[in-house]
Every structure is written in C-alpha cells, then in structure tokens.
C-alpha cells in the first residue's frame, strides 16, 4: 500500500517569513495530492491540492509543487501569519482513499 | 448543505461499555470513510464505504470494532467493548468522486474518552 513521510513534524517561523513541508511517497500510481490544514480541536480542511498531469499550483500565499520522477511534493506558505499556526497534513491517493502523512505543527510568531 | 455531521460531539464512557459513533455525510456524496485520530499514529483510516457497500475494512484494528451504512445518509462505527487504548477523535468524511478521487469533507468529529 500507499506510506507518505512527511517532514518536519514541526516548524516555528516569524511572522512575514515562509515556511516549506516537505512529503514523500512510494505508490508511484498516486495521482492526486490534497493538502489538509487542522486547527486545534477542528477538522482537518482542504487548503489546496494537485494532480499529478500539473508540477505546480498556486493559490495566494499558498504554493504546492510535486515531483512525480522522485516521488515528493511539498507545501510552500509565503508571508505567514498567526492565523497560519495549525497542523498540516499531505496525502497521497490512487483511486479513492487518502494515505496521510503524520503532520506539521506549523507555528508563527508574531 | 450542512456538511458532514457526527454525533456525539464528545463521549465518555467506561472500559467494557459499548459505543456507537454516527455520521450523516453530505447529500450526494458516493464515499463515506471513517478515521480515528491519536497523536502517535496519527490520521487513520478504519473502513470506508462506496455506495453504502463497506469496501475496505483492512483499518479496523480489531473484531471489537464494526461500521454500517444501512443507507446513504447515514452510517455507525460501534466498538463493543470498548477499551481505553480506543480513546482517540474518530472523523467521519465523505467525497464525491465522479470517476476520480477527490476532496474529502470531514465531519467535526467525535472525541472518545474510554475510562
């Protein structure tokens, strides 16, 4: 079956700076790629997501790239905010479930 | 639509008791999973359904858990009997895949206490 590595498991960044999380997977017939952000004691929610014909989506602030040759893509977030501070999740899917990486715990300091 | 809806919101029970958790996924929507979610293992996935047929249960830890969706709108996760060692958020969620995975819509969750 599908493993996502996701990595760091957390990250501390000042405000106004970025922040980079990186995931791995190894079913090379993955093709589809959410990124979940979860607040403390809230469900996880889809920030952003991208399948495997594109190598980059942007959405405002939010970036995610994926390297289908060496099976990574990552979640870049520009000029973060407080409001940004939550755990991210990536996942990788073939068909129809969701393998989930661990999470980040991203914290930005004002 | 009102999105994904669990209940109980939380709940507390003692070891041996039994549980049911609920869901009512989003009108419309073909899949429906189940998760539980702990701080070591992170976001699992337990059993989910296509078209209220039970797909997968690969997920489930053990016999003591059990899932149904006796129609579209709603389906069960039971534990019996439960454990501590179950206490942990158990997320329902649904997506409509129309030939392709996509989104899945989390439900606000269920947080489990097993004294």
């Known amino acids: 079956g599908e493993n996502v590595e996701q990595h760091p498991s957390t990250l501390s960044v000042q405000e106004g700076d970025s922040a980079v999380i990186k995931c791995t997977y190894s079913d090379s017939a993955s093709n589809y790629f959410p990124w979940y952000k979860q607040e403390l004691g809230k469900r996880p929610q889809l920030i952003i997501d991208i399948r495997s014909n594109v190598g980059e989506k942007k959405d405002q602030r939010i970036a995610v790239t994926l390297n289908k040759t060496a099976k990574h893509f990552s979640l870049h977030i520009t000029e973060t905010q407080p409001e940004d501070s939550a755990v991210y999740f990536c996942a990788a899917s073939g068909y129809s479930t969701l393998t989930f990486g661990k999470g980040t715990m991203l914290l930005v300091s004002p | 639509d009102a999105g994904v809806i669990q209940s109980p919101r939380h709940e507390v029970t003692e070891m041996g008791q039994e549980v049911t958790l609920r869901c009512k996924p989003i009108s419309g929507h073909d899949y429906l999973f189940w998760y539980r979610q702990t701080m070591m293992r992170g976001l699992e996935l337990l059993i989910y359904f296509n078209n209220n047929v039970p797909i997968d249960d690969s997920g489930m830890p053990e016999d003591r858990f059990s899932a149904k969706m006796p129609n579209a709108s709603f389906s069960t996760l039971k534990i019996q009997p439960s454990e501590p060692r179950d206490s942990a958020v158990y997320f329902c969620?649904?997506?409509?895949?129309?030939?392709?995975?996509?989104?899945?819509?989390f439900g606000p969750g269920t947080r489990l206490t097993v004294l």
């Open positions: 969620a649904s997506s409509q895949t129309s030939g392709r995975v996509s989104e899945q819509f």
